[in-house]
């Protein structure tokens, strides 16, 4: 940031160049039991510019958490062991994390989406996930975070 | 075989391998992930798949000798098998996975039986096809060339 002669620049204003660095920013939280899609995923991700961490299972998700780990986005698996997706997604609501939280499944049916979805997520994508997806949310997020400013 | 020659032979080999389902788009999208910072990274993906779907495959077997079938545990793994493979853009893997899934919400154990057979013979040919096509991309790198897209 360059703190500019001009007499004008607020601190707060933010430069093209700042939105897009935003994804240097950006926290990522891969959750699935799958050794091949958290490489997929964190593949992906990094291409963007991301930070990634993952966790194996719903609960190892949910102690990040608790163990004071924040994260902008969370891809949640849905089919896991020991604590599936949309149990973790609705504890970590219940817990009050706000983070964008996008469910990743291979379930077919339209139904089992959708009460994944009323656990508490933003957004359900098939698994796996493309480009597409991807620079979706990242506008998302991009504009949640500008609305903040 | 001269470097041209085989970088040709590369080209119509992985042509052939989409024209006949064993691949789809998603292994290109494998492939568009990978760059000089991690020139191992469809390989490696690959490994994970072949690792997962090995495991996966034993399990169903074992699943299917029960005296007891219990019909929740196969779809759980096939259910698995048919993330992964599709993952990777193994189409005709992919494709048996989602019959077979159809035989295990009927609990009909003749179809899941025939379809577990059905199942390791197209992961057998997509391995092989796979191991082939890296194979080739070996012996092309060796050559001192580089693979064409």
């Known amino acids: 940031m360059v703190l500019g002669k001009a007499s004008s620049s607020s601190l707060s204003m933010k430069s093209d160049e700042d939105v897009v660095n935003n994804n240097n920013n950006l926290r990522v939280l891969v959750v699935d039991d799958s050794p ?39 891809l949640m698996d849905k089919e896991m062991p020991v604590m599936d997706g949309a149990e973790a997604t609705k504890e970590l609501r219940a817990m009050g994390v706000k983070s964008m939280i996008v469910g990743v499944t291979s379930l077919d049916s339209p139904y089992e989406k959708q009460v994944f979805m009323e656990a508490g997520l933003n957004y359900c994508f098939n698994k796996p996930l493309i480009a597409d997806n991807i620079s979706f949310l990242l506008q998302e997020l991009n504009k949640n975070n500008n609305d903040k400013n | ?133 890296f194979q080739l991309q070996q012996q092309i790198l060796s050559a001192g060339g580089s693979i064409p897209m």
């Open chain 1, 36 to 74: 091949m899609i958290r490489k997929l995923h964190d593949m992906y991700l990094k291409k963007f510019g991301l930070e990634v961490q993952v966790a194996e299972n719903g609960k190892n998700a949910v102690e990040l958490f608790r163990f004071g780990a924040s994260f902008d986005l969370i």
């Open chain 2, 1 to 133: 075989m001269d470097l041209v020659q085989l970088q040709r032979q590369l080209v119509d080999y992985k042509t052939s391998l989409y024209n006949e389902g064993f691949l789809d788009e998603q292994f290109t999208q494998l492939q568009e992930l990978q760059d000089e910072n991690n020139p191992d990274f469809v390989v490696e993906v690959v490994s994970l798949f072949f690792e997962d779907s090995e495991r996966l495959l034993n399990e169903l077997t074992k699943a299917l000798e029960q005296q007891s079938v219990d019909f929740k545990r196969v779809d759980a793994h096939v259910h698995q098998l048919k993330g992964s493979s599709s993952s990777i853009g193994a189409q005709r893997v992919q494709k048996v996975c989602i019959a077979f899934r159809n035989y295990c919400e009927e609990q009909n154990i003749e179809g899941c039986v025939k379809c577990l057979q059905q199942v390791r013979h197209e992961y057998s040919l997509v391995k092989t096809k796979l191991e082939s096509m």
